[in-house]
């Protein structure tokens, strides 16, 4: 049997009538460094101030140790928490700041002393015990908020952001330190980011977050060489993120080329989407060799390695990574190994939309009116309707539109953009476009009467 120290069941959030979190389900083992990884408002924090106690579930279970901890207030649960602004308290030197919890504890004075200068040395922070905390770099006032943290000897450290508010060398370091200190302590860590890089350096284990959801669980090694959908594979550094059809097990054909690959059971031409990372894109000096070919459009050094995008032979652009520069215009010869090749299946094929009928030939969705073609169906009858990703229009003001929506994530798939548009009644709306949009844009939608299609009537 596992030896979990937090084991979270079917936990849900809702503030007012906006849901943050749905059904989560995490277990963390004893030892383990757990980061919750997603972009902001993904209900990462909301699950650390759940664990934490400062918040209630709306439903749900959150054991530590194999016991509920629901009913506990924040004071007594043996876990402590690193904000991301440190809360340390201006009026106190970094010894008491340190010393605060034991002393409300009526901990032994000698006691506190060698606890103090044992996590002092720590933090490396041994000659600033008298120091005053607004005297100190960003850096300095974070170790002496770990400091704090850990003096209690918690079973759980709760890290909230914690480097987010370091400049990026500083923040490298104290990645490094965070990582020894875990390994030296041996005591669980829950780590709240948003950065992709940090996460990848840190955990055990990531679990990625996206509005109030899991879309993976794994090492950090898993979620990056194997993303389970595409929102993973952009999230977690750079890919191309292709959309492709599955031929039969171990052949699957992308950017217009046929290739082998490793996955199986999705299938015969069934369509799919493939991840390649960067640099898993081989030029061939000898293009023989080669599976397809290309033009370099760009080429950048990056420190280590040149970044280069080159624009296929069948229209299709691929990022890739080389160690070798190559001239804008250089012709170039490619391959992708099997193995090299991620598969996954498709979320979804086309839109599919609540819809009420209004008459003849009109349909309420999507917060407004759309004109359709004409049917039968009685009026107020509830129905679904069906758009392809590249029947819908987006104008550039959102009176143009039957209904309104903002730009809410845009991934490139090597020929054209797909969007999630996020309407104002907050329902999703997936858009194939070549135009080029901003996150946060606001749009019109429109979609024309005869690619709007009546797929199903709800009885109920």
């Known amino acids: 049997m596992e030896n979990y120290i937090i084991d979270i069941q079917h936990l849900s959030k809702s503030f007012g009538d906006k849901k943050v979190l749905r059904d989560i389900n995490i277990k963390v083992r004893k030892g383990e460094f757990v980061t919750l990884l997603g972009p902001s408002g993904c209900g990462k924090t909301t699950i650390l101030r ?5 918040l209630a579930p709306n439903e749900g279970t959150i054991l530590l140790d194999g016991k509920d901890i629901g009913n506990l207030p924040p004071y007594q649960r043996p876990l402590n928490t690193v904000f991301q602004r440190y809360a340390l308290f201006p009026h106190l030197d970094v010894y008491d700041n340190i010393a ?3 002393k409300l504890k009526n901990v032994p004075q000698k006691d506190i002393d060698a606890k103090v200068r044992k996590v002092l040395r720590l933090v490396n922070m ?19 908020a770990i400091a704090r943290a850990l003096v209690n000897k918690p079973k759980v450290l709760l890290l909230d952001e914690p480097l987010a508010a370091l400049d990026l060398k500083m923040r490298k370091d104290m990645q490094i330190e965070l990582k020894e200190m875990h390994e030296k302590l041996g005591i669980t860590f829950v780590y709240v980011t948003h950065d992709q890089e940090e996460a990848l350096t840190l955990s055990d284990t990531i679990v990625v977050l996206n509005e109030g959801k899991i879309q993976q669980v794994g090492t950090p090694t898993d979620i990056y060489n194997e993303p389970v959908n595409s929102f993973v594979a952009d999230f977690i550094g750079d890919s191309n993120i292709l959309d492709g059809t599955m031929l039969c097990d171990r052949k699957v054909k992308f950017i217009d080329e046929e290739f082998d690959c490793v996955d199986e059971g999705f299938g015969e031409n069934t369509p799919v989407e493939v991840v390649v990372r960067p640099e898993d894109v081989n030029i061939k000096k000898d293009k023989s060799k080669a599976q397809f070919f290309g033009t370099v459009t760009s080429c950048t050094f990056k420190g280590v390695y040149y970044q280069l995008f080159i624009n296929t032979d069948k229209g299709y652009e691929l990022m890739v990574q080389d160690y070798h520069k190559f001239e804008v215009g250089d012709r170039v010869g490619m391959q992708i190994t099997p193995e090299n090749i991620q598969v996954m299946h498709k979320e979804r094929t086309c839109n599919s939309f609540k819809a009420v009928v209004v008459d003849s030939n009109h349909l309420e969705m999507l917060g407004g009116v759309f004109e359709c073609c004409k049917t039968d169906i009685e009026p107020g009858t509830k129905v679904r309707a069906e758009v392809d990703f590249d029947k819908i229009d987006l104008m550039d003001h959102q009176d143009e539109g039957s209904a309104a929506g903002q730009v809410h994530s845009i991934i490139y798939k090597g020929n054209h953009y797909h969007l999630t548009i996020l309407t104002d009644k907050r329902k999703h709306i997936f858009v194939n476009t070549n135009d080029v949009w901003d996150k946060r844009d606001l749009v019109g939608i429109r979609i024309e009467p005869k690619d709007i299609k009546i797929v199903e009537v709800n009885e109920d």
Do not use: M, N, P, T
Not at 129 to 141: A, N
């Open 50 to 54: 759940l664990i934490a106690g400062f």
């Open 100 to 102: 605060f919890g034991l």
């Open 126 to 144: 041994e000659d600033y015990e008298e120091r005053d905390v607004d005297s100190l770099s960003g850096g300095q006032q974070q170790r002496v």
